[in-house]
């Protein structure tokens, strides 16, 4: 959180106190509009026109429309379906566009396109930012007002920021970039960090290409329309600084923000054949396993890294989910299984990162904080499933997990030695520790609890997350466990029926799509792949990664769970398209979804290499479009095939289908020989994928859908593989087949 408050400012750019001038001259708006308590009005200055929102004696906002350093004609011309106001500017540069439309439904909704259409191959000069807080009088060197977000890396262009003095209120900005990547492509730009600034000049700098470049290749062509900008903003009068409150609104804006996104498609993608292939290669291909002390275990990476105990649990926790999807336990998890024992340290109490014969070129004390406790949630998952040995192991190493945090005060560091706590790496390059561990932690308090019904464990678990209040959105270190966090909040709500809890984890779940990427990214590789809707790996990676996204997956499944119709709305759809497009998205994570040239040649020492014909993925996706891979293969991200698989598909006892929806699915209820009853749990406004995939050597019956209302829902395509119904994302269906 940045603190921006500003009375006469030392030293501010010459684009303010030209605005400042325009403002103070009286000059009447070329036209004007109203969206709900907000007037907007549209003004020509001698470079720029900008969209001026003000709330009556409560302050604005100055939106840069278009900036044109050039002389340059405006006007207002017919506004087409769905505008409220349209104007075109001519000048020797070309023409623009740009198209405003505002909207109320709960809230107040504006958004501005920028597109231009360049009359000979031009390449644009420096940009500058186009959002401006307006005091009183509109003056943006009499305001006051706090950003709590924005930008990181080539994440969500958003800003999100209040004006406090005066009151205007809460404003979600957000730069959709998906529409600017002609731009991008064509001037070799990326839009990293354009959204930002220093008050009272932020929100977004279209980026231009160096002054170094070949005109040549990084012009805009003559007669090719781009748009330059795409603005969205949301708007809350009131604005409580109390986080809980404010990250709510946040998740409720930028929910409001997606109901105007055009969407990209979210595909079918045969999990379960990918599943299958996965497992022959953990249980065949020598490059996935080695044997220490007559056990089998994982490498990390493709015929590489030493064994360690989170690879361990994460594989054969999801093997196992995938076993009880299937009706039948694949034999590599028991004989993966067998081999937990050997990272137990008896004498301290705990599991080790590493077996006990790990080479010399490690530090077989060192472990990341979060490394600690997320075998130990697996464990749990397994413990809860009825396993008596991992009960027995998770029960072992509860007691030194209960010690780590209590020494740490709950507050981790990166990494310390296992055996007296002492600090190796304290904090990462912004100055924090492992900020989100403590939700992890709380999470297997949780399962701790549940096993044992020992109230110590309860009481840990408040502890952490209590411990975590005031972070606001640096909350996020590690997306899965940020993940986590807000799934440990709301089912302490559930238990102790503190509103305190549900209401936290809005702070966890506004930090972790803070970090989102709510945009379609084809610049370079990224053409190859699909970005929309994840979320890069680490606080400040630049990279998507497998692990982080199928784990983080599963813990969202368990806020909705808990959440239940308590939840923020806007919550339960931003969850709801975040699984619904990991279900699509994850599948460029396997190296023979992707061309040759867009996978890196070469990877990070000591993570072996990439082989196209394992059915495992690739650690690492781009969406500035470098190629993939740099880090390696995982092989401990198998697991992501066996979590979608047993999440995406349902069997139907004796049908000649089976079922696939890319919506996570409250119930299946078979309530007649050939007739299910379906309960969705998407977002209220959301639509889905419901498949009939036909069984091997079946043929696919006549089908119909109907909602619970009885409406017939008519197939949107049909072939001898699959039928395919577009569903809402909420309610109840019925399916019946002949």
């Excluded at 940045?2 to 403002?23: I, N, W």
């Excluded at 349209?86 to 439309?101: D, N, P, Q, W």
């Excluded at 075998?375 to 010690?403: C, E, H, K, Q, T």
Aim: with cysteine; aromatic share 10%; proline share 6%.
């Amino acid at each position: 959180m940045h603190q921006m408050a500003t009375a006469e400012a030392p030293a501010v750019s010459p684009h303010v106190l030209a605005l400042r001038e325009m403002l103070q001259d009286g000059s009447a708006p070329l036209t004007q509009f109203d969206v709900g308590e907000l007037s907007v009005a549209l003004h020509v200055s001698a470079d720029s026109v900008f969209a001026i929102v003000r709330r009556e004696r409560a302050g604005g906002l100055a939106v840069r429309a278009a900036f044109v350093p050039a002389p340059f004609t405006c006007e207002a011309i017919d506004a087409e379906d769905g505008e409220t106001a349209r104007l075109r500017i001519v000048s020797a540069m070309g023409e623009h566009l740009l198209s405003f439309h505002a909207d109320r439904e709960a809230l107040e909704r504006l958004r501005i396109v920028t597109r231009f259409t360049p009359s000979r191959a031009v390449v644009l000069p420096f940009m500058p930012r186009d959002l401006y807080p307006l005091g009183r009088h509109d003056d943006p060197l009499r305001v006051k007002g706090t950003v709590e977000a924005s930008q990181r890396g080539i994440n969500t262009g958003l800003l999100y920021f209040r004006i406090d003095d005066p009151g205007f209120g809460n404003v979600l900005y957000v730069q959709n970039l998906t529409p600017s990547n002609d731009y991008y492509r064509a001037t070799g730009t990326t839009p990293r960090e354009s959204v930002g600034g220093a008050w009272p000049e932020i929100g977004y700098a279209l980026p231009t290409p160096s002054a170094n470049a070949d005109p040549a290749e990084v012009s805009l062509p003559a007669g090719q329309t781009v748009t330059l900008s795409d603005t969205i903003l949301v708007f809350r009068h009131e604005a409580p600084p109390q986080e809980r409150e404010s990250a709510r609104q946040f998740v409720e804006m930028l929910a409001a923000v997606y109901e105007v996104l055009d969407l990209p498609p979210a595909q079918f993608r045969d999990w379960a054949d990918r599943a299958e292939r996965s497992a022959h290669d953990l249980a065949n291909a020598p490059e996935a396993t080695i044997r220490h002390y007559g056990h089998r275990y994982i490498h990390p990476y493709t015929a590489a890294e030493y064994p360690d105990i989170m690879v361990q649990m994460s594989v054969i926790t999801a093997l196992h989910q995938w076993g009880k999807w299937r009706g039948e336990a694949h034999p590599l998890e028991a004989e993966l299984k067998a081999g937990l024992r050997k990272f137990y340290d008896a004498d301290l109490g705990t599991l080790r990162r590493y077996l006990p014969n790990v080479g010399k070129d490690k530090d077989a004390d060192a472990v990341d904080s979060w490394y600690l406790y997320h075998p130990l949630l697996n464990l749990g998952i397994l413990a809860l499933d009825g396993d008596d040995r991992a009960r027995a192991l998770f029960l072992d190493s509860i007691g030194y997990a209960v010690r780590a945090a209590r020494h740490f005060d709950y507050h981790w560091p990166i990494q310390y030695r296992v055996t007296d706590f002492s600090v190796i790496t304290d904090a990462a390059a912004d100055g924090r520790g492992q900020t989100d561990v403590g939700g992890i932690y709380a999470w297997i308090m949780l399962q701790a609890f549940e096993l044992t019904d020992d109230k110590t464990y309860l009481d840990e678990a408040r502890a952490a997350i209590d411990a975590a209040m005031g972070l606001r959105f640096n909350v996020n270190y590690q997306a899965n466990l940020t993940a986590w966090g807000a799934a440990a909040c709301m089912r302490l709500w559930r238990i102790t029926n503190r509103d305190v809890y549900r209401e936290q984890s809005y702070v966890y779940l506004a930090s972790f799509l803070h970090n989102g990427v709510m945009w379609d990214s084809n610049i370079g590789h990224a053409a190859s792949y699909e970005t929309f809707m994840a979320v890069t790996c680490l606080q400040d990676a630049p990279y998507m990664a497998m692990y982080e996204c199928f784990d983080s997956f599963v813990a969202f499944e368990q806020y909705l769970n808990d959440g239940g119709p308590d939840l923020e709305p806007g919550a339960r759809m931003l969850i709801g398209e975040y699984c619904r497009y990991a279900l699509s998205r994850a599948w460029y994570y396997y190296p023979d979804a992707l061309p040759d040239e867009a996978i890196a040649t070469e990877q990070r020492d000591a993570n072996g290499h990439i082989d196209r014909a394992l059915s495992f993925p690739l650690e690492d996706l781009y969406p500035d479009g470098q190629q993939a891979g740099q880090v390696g293969q995982e092989v401990y991200g198998a697991g992501a095939a066996f979590i979608f698989t047993s999440r995406a598909f349902h069997r139907v006892e004796g049908a000649p289908f089976q079922l696939y929806c890319d919506l996570l699915l409250r119930a299946v209820e078979r309530i007649g020989d050939r007739a299910l009853s379906i309960q969705l749990d998407g977002g209220e406004t959301r639509t889905g994928s419901l498949y009939l995939v036909r069984q091997k050597r079946r043929t696919l019956p006549d089908s119909n859908v109907l909602t619970a209302a009885g409406d017939p829902i008519a197939p949107e395509t049909a072939t001898a593989d699959r039928i395919t119904y577009r569903v809402p994302a909420s309610g109840r269906l019925i399916l019946t087949w002949e």
